[in-house]
């Protein structure tokens, strides 16, 4: 059985039988992950898996990285400039096959948005494919807006679980969430991106209830620190 704690804004803890994953650790300045006492000091990740160079998505991977040694995944030029930075053990991938690690497999999938830090380029902008050692395959589609080929992670990928963004402005908003999840076709839906600061505020309950009255998936809304488990 893996769980699945939510940890505001993109941030994700997945906790499997034998390994940690992090996803997207934006911690420290995360006023939602503040507020429920949420600390990046209490983490014990094997592997963390990024999708683009934003600062609300990589803010607390280096610091984490060096403490733990965990292995970064990300695409190659956000891996390399973290190696560069002091990561201890990072491994670079682009969209396309997956590749298998001792704590299961990441694929990196398309996203449409941009990937930068500090005026630094870093690389296309990703969703991540995670199929953790017991089995449970999660998307997690990055920031990104609604495109066609989400269908295809629905079709090769098949995964349980979807993490989609609702926060609109930089992402795609709920009404075309509700979209993905027609064409990715998960059990269950994670609504993220959305309510850490006014640009991306959303009523995560009114996605809920369009999401299941128009498909059969289960929309489960997590604040900062709450799980779920498969």
């Known amino acids: 059985m893996a769980k699945l704690t939510f940890l505001g804004h993109s941030a994700f803890y997945v906790e499997g039988d034998a390994y940690n994953i992090l996803i997207d650790p934006f911690i420290t300045s995360n006023p939602v992950a503040q507020a429920a006492g949420v600390q990046a000091d209490g983490l014990q990740p094997h592997a963390i898996v990024l999708s683009h160079g934003h600062f609300d998505h990589i803010e607390d991977a280096l610091p984490i990285a060096k403490r733990t040694h965990a292995t970064v995944v990300a695409n190659f030029e956000l891996a390399t400039h973290l190696q560069q930075q002091g990561a201890p053990d990072v491994y670079p991938m682009n969209p396309g096959g997956p590749h298998t690690f001792p704590f299961g497999s990441v694929r990196l999938t398309k996203a449409f948005h941009s990937s930068s830090h500090e005026g630094v380029y870093l690389g296309t902008p990703c969703g991540i494919v995670l199929t953790t050692d017991d089995g449970l395959r999660l998307y997690h589609a990055g920031d990104t807006e609604l495109f066609g080929d989400m269908a295809l992670v629905g079709k090769f990928d098949r995964p349980k679980v979807a993490m989609l ?8 908003d709920a009404k075309q969430a509700l979209e993905a999840v027609k064409l990715v076709k998960p059990e269950v839906v994670i609504p993220m991106h959305y309510n850490t600061w006014l640009p991306v505020e959303q009523d995560a ?7 299941e ?18």
């Open 165 to 172: 963004p609702i926060g609109s402005t930089f992402t795609m």
């Open 205 to 211: 309950r009114a996605f809920k209830q369009r999401v």
């Open 213 to 230: 009255e128009q498909t059969e998936a289960t929309v489960v809304i997590l604040e900062a620190g709450q799980s779920w488990s498969s």
